[in-house]
């Protein structure tokens, strides 16, 4: 069984400050991506990596894949109070399922809830 | 744009009722999963389906059953709901179900939340 664990579970910050969340397995992974969930609705993707060590940039995020791609952080600038959500990594790989077929799952990290205070 | 539809958005159910969250997309996509989100435990696979008359179990079948008979379609159905059931459902879909992990974004519905008494 994949499982990756995510941390911290929960971050408290003033505007402004510099957050690392993590998201590590002792399982490989083909892609690895990071989702944003609001309250009240589902998880909205952020980023997709698939190659190890890629770093990919949106605005005040970096996200980066480890080498080995069983690890990723996520790395927000000067957060911002709108930053404030749920944070969610999942790990994608090709499986078969139960029934013959085959899909590419996703397993999922706990998450970690952000609050930014203004 | 709807996106990925789901419906009712909140339900409260009795032990041993059964009822059905309906979920539909309007991308076409031939991917469509459910998972329940738990607090401190993620999202957790139930049933998935790669089109219309194919579906398969996830990581938590049981409990559940789920049929496809239209691309559109996706409804999951709990025969007798236990307390353990009580969860928030997303559904989800994507453009296909047997390609490269990489790219199996997927869009998420807005959720349901579920409570067995």
């Known amino acids: 069984t994949q499982l990756l664990e995510q941390s911290p579970q929960f971050l408290s910050i003033q505007e402004g400050e510099n957050l690392t969340v993590y998201c590590n397995s002792s399982?490989?992974?083909?892609?690895l991506q990071w989702y944003r969930q609001e309250p009240g609705e589902g998880p909205v993707l952020l980023v997709t990596?698939?190659?190890?060590?890629e770093v990919k940039k949106l605005k005040r995020l970096t996200f980066q894949f480890g080498d080995a791609r069983k690890d990723s952080s996520l790395h927000i600038t000067a957060a911002q109070p709108g930053d404030t959500g749920l944070y969610l990594c999942?790990?994608?790989?090709?499986?078969?399922?139960?029934?013959?077929?085959?899909?590419?799952?996703?397993?999922f990290g706990q998450g970690t809830i952000l609050t930014v205070h203004p | 744009n709807a996106g990925v539809t789901q419906t009712p958005k909140f339900q409260v159910l009795k032990t041993g009722q059964s009822m059905t969250l309906q979920c539909a997309q309007d991308?076409?996509?031939?991917?469509m999963s459910w998972y329940r989100q738990d607090p401190g435990m993620g999202l957790r696979l139930i049933h998935y389906?790669?089109?219309?008359?194919i579906t398969d179990q996830g990581e938590v079948p049981n409990g559940y059953n789920v049929s496809r008979s239209t691309t559109e379609d996706f409804p999951l159905r709990l025969l007798s709901a236990a307390p353990s059931q009580t969860s928030v459902y997303f559904c989800?879909?994507?453009?296909w179900g047997q390609g490269a992990p990489g790219a199996n974004v997927l869009t998420f519905g807005a959720g349901s939340r579920l409570t067995v008494l």
């Open positions: 999942a790990g994608g790989a090709l499986v078969l399922g139960a029934g013959g077929t085959s899909y590419g799952k996703l397993t």
């Open positions: 399982s490989v992974f083909s892609s």
């Open positions: 990596v698939v190659t190890g060590g």
């Open positions: 991308m076409n996509h031939e991917y």
């Open positions: 389906s790669v089109g219309a008359g």
């Open positions: 989800a879909s994507n453009s």
